[in-house]
Structure formats: structure tokens, C-alpha cells
């Protein structure tokens, strides 16, 4: 006569200390390999950004734009009072760039409007002045100006 096992065969089975996933249960996704705190891959964005340098004249100041959508701007601007971009801040401001199509010469064309400051962040350079980079969303549609200078 055998003895009786203690325990069953299904506790001392593989699987049960196996903690890879089960590929049964995998979902392929879209654009699944892509890194999820990558900002060029966020899809929270309403809007395509632009990573394009433009001049940027706000509060007597002149900065550059690091990227810019058809919601806000994200600039760098060499400034002493952070106060005056504090985020909820609105600020007027002004973006410069020059644009030529195929058979016309070039054309200055500038942006105007408003926006509210969403955030900043000082960007210390040691031995000049510090500069602000400043998350701006736009509270009204641009104004366009075409000059044919």
C-alpha cells in the first residue's frame, strides 16, 4: 500500500512560481514601444509643436522660442524678475519670424496676442545672467501681420 502525498501535485507545479506574464493574456497596442515620459510622444497634446526658433518681444524684454503650436509657445527669455512670469501671469507678447513661399520674396510676419504663463524654469548660467524658460498658453487667437519690407 502507498502512502498518501500530503499535498497535491498542483502546488509543486511550475507555473505557480512562474512570474512572467502570461502570453495569452498580452494586448498588443499601438505605438506600444514607444517610452511613455517622452514629451515628443505625449498624446495628452491638443496640438503639433513646431521646434522652431523664433524672436519673441514680451514686456519690453526679447527672447526665443524653443517650440511653439497653435495653442502656446515654449520660450527662453534672459530676465533678473521672475515675478513677472509667474505661472497664471497673463502676458502680452509678440512673435517674429520671416517666411518666403516659391516665386515671392521674403515677408516679415508677426504674431501678436495674450497668453497665461502655465510654468517656468530658471536656467542658471554661471557667470552671466540667468535665463527663464516659460510655458505660455495662448488666452485669445494671434493676430497676423504681414510686412512686405
Known amino acids: 500500500m502507498q502512502a498518501k502525498k500530503k499535498y497535491s501535485d498542483r502546488r509543486r507545479n511550475k507555473r505557480r512560481y512562474d512570474l512572467s506574464p502570461d502570453p495569452a493574456f498580452k494586448i498588443s497596442l499601438p505605438d506600444q514601444?514607444?517610452?511613455?515620459?517622452?514629451?515628443?510622444?505625449?498624446?495628452?497634446?491638443?496640438?503639433?509643436?513646431?521646434?522652431?526658433?523664433?524672436?519673441?518681444?514680451?514686456?519690453?524684454?526679447?527672447?526665443?522660442?524653443?517650440?511653439?503650436?497653435?495653442?502656446?509657445?515654449?520660450?527662453?527669455?534672459?530676465?533678473?524678475?521672475t515675478e513677472a512670469f509667474s505661472p497664471g501671469t497673463i502676458i502680452p507678447l509678440q512673435i517674429s519670424t520671416v517666411t518666403n513661399t516659391s516665386g515671392s520674396r521674403e515677408r516679415k510676419l508677426k504674431l501678436s496676442g495674450s497668453g497665461t504663463v502655465i510654468r517656468n524654469c530658471i536656467i542658471e548660467n554661471p557667470g552671466h545672467v540667468s535665463s527663464l524658460r516659460v510655458a505660455l498658453e495662448f488666452t485669445e487667437k494671434l493676430n497676423i501681420v504681414l510686412n512686405n519690407d
Open 33 to 81: 514601444n514607444r517610452r511613455h515620459g517622452d514629451r515628443r510622444c505625449d498624446q495628452r497634446r491638443r496640438n503639433v509643436r513646431l521646434n522652431l526658433p523664433f524672436e519673441v518681444s514680451l514686456l519690453d524684454q526679447d527672447g526665443k522660442t524653443m517650440n511653439v503650436s497653435a495653442s502656446g509657445v515654449y520660450f527662453e527669455v534672459i530676465t533678473n524678475d
